[in-house]
């Protein structure tokens, strides 16, 4: 698993991703009132999916191979490839949220 950290740090526009995804969490977890292990749960989901959309750049509900090569080319290139073969669970050369989600260490 990769921790959020190391994942927000590998986008060449991390910072804004960051940022985007903390803020969202912030929100949606003032809004909440629910329990504070489900709160938690919520706040980790809304935060991986603030973070793909962020990288789903035409919106298509999947983050295709471009934009993943795009947004880890601060990584070496054999890296990339096989965190992509990682996460493309299904073989299809996308990665769909819940495959995404798997970046994401359970708590």
Known sequence: KISKEDF????????????????????????STRTTAVK???????????AFKAIDKDNSGFVDKEEFLTFTSNL???????????????????IDLEEFRQMFPKK
């Open 8 to 31: 927000v740090s590998y986008g060449k526009h991390s910072k804004g991703i960051k940022e985007y995804v903390d803020k969202t969490a912030k929100e949606n977890q003032s809004q």
């Open 76 to 94: 070496p290139a054999k890296q990339r490839e096989k965190l992509l073969r990682n996460l493309d669970k299904d073989g299809d050369g996308k």
């Open 40 to 50: 938690i749960d919520a706040v980790k989901i809304d935060k991986a999916l603030a």
